[in-house]
């Protein structure tokens, strides 16, 4: 079982930040190593089961992201994923951004601040940063956007690299202008909405079976906007699929929003029902012991 609880897990850092175990330009092809070397080889060494369905994959937040994006881009590899507040899994709500369809990361289009992260207070909130504010203290890191944190982290992950070999960012430094441009030739292929609806036949069953994924409507970095998202894109695509007339088959995966759970309130939920449930897996497949 691989786990990745955050972008704090020491495996899956980098000078750039989190890889994310995606195969990108900037940090190189990770996810294909992970799958085709690192876990053949512990399998080989020590005493693992070779199967799919005991690999299975977990984790929070950037973790979250990354379990998910392995199960979709490894369905016979991985036996299931049990994913957590994971990054934006839908770029069109790219935290309180649609990165397609937005001129502007740092505010809406009524000139207002876009905010990165919340605290609620009861049924108010307060806001603690902007992502103007994050960014620019990413920036002073490192201007060249090598600062290993989340922004610059996903710009290694998504995008492309400049003629220095450093990863181009994703808006202008002194505007917040997006980049449609590299937005469209690199970063909407780590799309996971776009990814499932390109493949939805071939992605459809896994989702149905092999696929959990928490969130909390409260989250702190506003992750619930994507997962709602993909969620409404996943029962449309069902809907405009299913035979007339027939019950939708049943499955063990599921998209679930937790009321009033924020980032933090939504791992300690999710680490105690995917245990469960990952146990449960293991059992009803004769890997109970």
């Not at 960012?169 to 997006?178: F, K």
């Not at 990814?195 to 896994?206: G, Q, T």
């Not at 619930?224 to 299913?242: D, F, H, I, N, Y």
Request: glycine content about 8%; aromatic content about 10%.
């Amino acid at each position: 079982y691989w786990r990745d609880w955050s972008s704090d897990v020491c495996s899956s850092d980098l000078p750039l930040g989190h890889h994310g175990f995606v195969d990108s330009a900037a940090n190189g092809p990770w996810g294909t190593a992970l799958v085709e070397e690192f876990i053949p080889a512990l399998e080989r060494n020590f005493r693992l089961i070779p199967r799919a369905e005991a690999r299975l994959l977990t984790g929070h937040s950037s973790g979250g992201w990354s379990s998910l994006w392995l199960m979709l881009t490894n369905p016979d590899f991985f036996g299931g994923c049990w994913s957590s507040s994971p990054d934006p899994v839908d770029f069109t709500a790219f935290q309180q951004s649609d990165l397609y369809g937005d001129a502007n990361m740092w505010v809406d289009a009524a000139g207002d601040e876009r905010a990165s992260f919340r605290r609620p207070v009861g049924p108010m909130e307060k806001v603690l940063m902007t992502v103007r504010e994050e960014m620019g203290m990413e920036r002073a890191i490192d201007p060249s956007g090598g600062s290993g944190q989340q922004w610059d982290a996903w710009c290694a992950m998504f995008g492309a690299p400049d003629a220095r070999g450093r990863p181009r960012p994703l808006c202008d430094a002194t505007s917040g202008a997006i980049d449609h441009a590299l937005v469209r030739e690199a970063w909407s292929s780590y799309d996971i909405a776009r990814l499932i609806e390109r493949r939805w036949k071939r992605l459809e069953p896994v989702l149905r079976d092999k696929v959990r994924l928490l969130v909390g409507d409260r989250d702190s970095f506003y992750l619930e906007r994507a997962v709602k998202r993909l969620k409404s894109k996943v029962q449309a695509l069902r809907s405009a699929t299913a035979e007339p007339g027939a019950a939708p088959p049943a499955g063990d995966g599921f998209i679930e929003v937790l009321p009033d759970a924020t980032h933090d309130t939504a791992a300690a939920i999710a680490r105690g029902r995917f245990a469960l449930d990952m146990r449960a897996h293991l059992k009803r497949h004769g890997l109970g012991d």
